[in-house]
């Protein structure tokens, strides 16, 4: 009997999807990169992200809440939660400002410090 399960559950499948009329993705140049994280900004965008974190909510709901849920139901609700969280994800990925990352002081720089540094008055 355990073997028939650990046969059942190691069971590889595999599926191939052709998509008609694919069209091949635009390489992510630094122009388009730029224009992606403007859309932060839109009114627009920023309305069909609220309306993905409720739709997701939704499914969050109706999975917990689902009493009379058949098994396919059940799948098909999980799969939406998933693909929802992964797709905001990937929007905040790519949508996202990296912050720039501040350099160390150069000598130069220290060296000017130090002498206003040296000029100021200190009044106790």
């Not at 990296?98 to 040296?118: G, N, Y």
Request: avoid cysteine; glycine fraction near 4%; charge should be neutral.
């Amino acid at each position: 009997m355990l073997n028939w399960i650990k046969k059942l559950l190691s069971r590889v499948e595999y599926r191939v999807l052709e998509v008609e009329g694919a069209v091949k993705l635009p390489e992510l140049t630094p122009e388009l990169k730029d224009s992606l994280r403007v859309l932060q900004s839109h009114s627009g965008f920023q309305y069909m992200l609220t309306r993905l974190k409720l739709e997701q909510a939704n499914l969050k709901k109706y999975l917990h809440e689902g009493f009379q849920l058949s098994e396919q139901e059940m799948h098909h609700l999980q799969a939406g939660i998933h693909y929802t969280g992964w797709l905001e994800r990937e929007i905040a990925r790519l949508t996202s400002v990296p912050r720039k990352v501040e350099s160390a002081i150069s000598s130069e720089d220290h060296k000017l410090f130090e002498e206003v540094r040296s000029s100021l008055d200190i009044i106790q």
